[in-house]
């Protein structure tokens, strides 16, 4: 099977405006974390899903972010009102809470630049 | 609290020479930990566990719970060592991910 995908790859906006990033994660698995990983920085936690519980929002920087997750599947990551600080690249993991440890599997990344 | 610590920003060595990259965790009860590297160019992936206790390219990493480390180490580094590796400690529910050092290895 596939990995974790994510789209679009490379996204350039202007500043205000909005923009979503799409993540699509490994069948199966019920966990699923946004990162931000700004150049030369670490990895920036944001929010994260697990099954039907109320998501982890507590890395959020902003009320301009948000995040939806369609039951186990796609989540979208919005981030309204683009600022030029938002740039960077935004990772995604999923994983399977288990025996495994918590491996995350991450994707490749959507690069957004805000103009 | 919770808490991963790389102190290291950048480290840098030559070929050869052996590296140690550092991680120190705050976490009440028995710590789960792990390396994850970034390759220029790839995703990021898991480099190893602490519970496998196993040797991956090289590298391995002790818990000490004593000075509650979990340092990575190298005998001798390569070239193609040159990455940037995040140490993580598996919190409540999720991972916590430290911010990460970068190694460079030159020739």
Redesign the interface.
């Known amino acids: 099977g596939a990995?974790v995908s994510q789209s679009p790859s490379n996204k350039v906006t202007e500043k205000g405006k909005d923009v979503e990033l799409r993540c699509d994660p490994i069948s199966g698995h019920t966990?699923l974390?946004w990162?931000r990983q700004r150049l030369g920085?670490?990895?920036e936690?944001l929010i994260?899903f697990?099954g039907n519980s109320a998501p982890?929002k507590s890395g959020l920087p902003s009320d301009r972010f948000s995040a939806e997750r369609t039951g186990e599947s796609v989540s979208t990551l919005t981030i309204q009102r683009t600022q030029q600080e938002d740039s960077a690249v935004y990772?995604c993991?999923s994983?399977f809470p288990g025996l495994a440890?918590?491996?995350?599997y991450?994707?490749?990344?959507t690069r957004l630049t805000v103009t | 609290a919770q808490r991963v610590t790389?102190p290291e920003k950048l480290l840098s060595v030559f070929k050869g020479a052996p590296v140690e990259l550092k991680c120190n965790y705050s976490y009440s009860g028995s710590p789960?930990l792990?390396w994850?590297v970034q390759y220029s160019r790839q995703?990021?992936?898991?480099l190893l566990?602490h519970?496998s206790r196993e040797s991956i390219k090289g590298f391995t990493a002790d818990l000490n719970k004593g000075e509650t480390s979990f340092h990575l180490k190298k005998p001798f580094a390569q070239e193609e060592d040159s990455a940037m590796y995040?140490c993580a400690l598996?919190g409540t529910?999720?991972?916590?991910?430290?911010?990460?050092t970068r190694l460079q290895v030159f020739p």
């Open positions: 990995g966990a974390y990162y920085q670490g990895l936690f994260y697990q982890d990772l993991a994983s440890g918590y491996e995350q991450f994707g490749p990344g | 790389q789960e792990f994850y995703r990021l992936q898991l566990r519970i995040y598996l529910d999720k991972l916590i991910f430290g911010t990460g």
